[in-house]
């Protein structure tokens, strides 16, 4: 009677154990199928055209045709010129007083004016001036109000050389990326005074640079590309 009782279990229990060793003819079939469908559904896959890779901002700046101003040596010439003239020996202008006052002072200053031309450039692209390193890369923060040295064109409400076009010294430019609580630092405190925006002037943010590139080529960029300029 026990043996008749647990029959049931025993087939149930060989039953199991037979589908678990020897896999049946539909199940081998369907795992076929299955790994056919999969075949087809990855040929179908590699067949579809792959879509680029996302462009990133530095990439499309890479991009971007970049036009380098040449360097100018001609303002770091003029200062140590000056220098030697009030400081070297047998110069009609040479004295210790002289040459403590402005021979010293205009050879030091020459020789750092050539050492921002070797090593600073300024470039031109799409829709930005900017102040690089000759090697291409970033200059780093505004030594004055920070951020980049890099201007978008349409912030720029005023450009021009300093003394003259056909006597350039500084390199001008006035721009209203900056935010507004820095536009007072510096010269900006008269330049954006009362009385120069009653003459005419616009509100923003003033940078001067030593003319270390070759300025008609860098104005002739800012008309291009449509700066904004006081006449």
Not at 7 to 22: D, N, S
Not at 85 to 110: C, E, Y
Not at 114 to 124: E, K, P, S, V, Y
Not at 177 to 193: H, K, L, M, Y
């Amino acid at each position: 009677m026990n043996l008749i009782c647990s029959l049931p279990f025993l087939l149930a229990c060989g039953v199991a154990k037979a589908f678990t060793t020897l896999p049946s003819l539909a199940s081998a079939q369907l795992r076929s199928r299955s790994a056919n469908s999969l075949n087809n559904e990855l040929i179908n896959c590699s067949a579809l055209p792959t879509l680029p890779p996302p462009c990133s901002r530095d990439m499309r700046l890479a991009a971007a045709p970049l036009e380098v101003i040449d360097p100018s040596y001609n303002l770091a010439l003029g200062s140590l010129a000056l220098g030697a003239v009030f400081g070297v020996s047998g110069s009609p202008l040479k004295s210790r007083l002289s040459a403590f006052l402005a021979g010293i002072p205009l050879t030091l200053f020459g020789l750092f004016l050539a050492f921002q031309t070797t090593t600073l450039r300024f470039t031109l692209d799409d829709e930005n001036f900017s102040l690089l390193r000759s090697s291409g890369e970033s200059t780093g923060e505004n030594v004055v109000v920070g951020g980049e040295n890099v201007w978008a064109y349409d912030k720029f409400v005023n450009y021009d050389l300093f003394p003259s076009r056909s006597f350039p010294i500084l390199v001008y430019f006035k721009e209203i990326q900056t935010p507004e609580e820095f536009w007072n630092v510096g010269p900006g405190e008269q330049a954006n005074s009362k009385e120069a925006i009653a003459k005419g002037a616009v509100p923003g943010q003033v940078h001067f640079f030593p003319a270390i590139a070759n300025t008609e080529d860098l104005i002739k960029g800012f008309e291009e590309h449509g700066c904004a300029k006081i006449e």
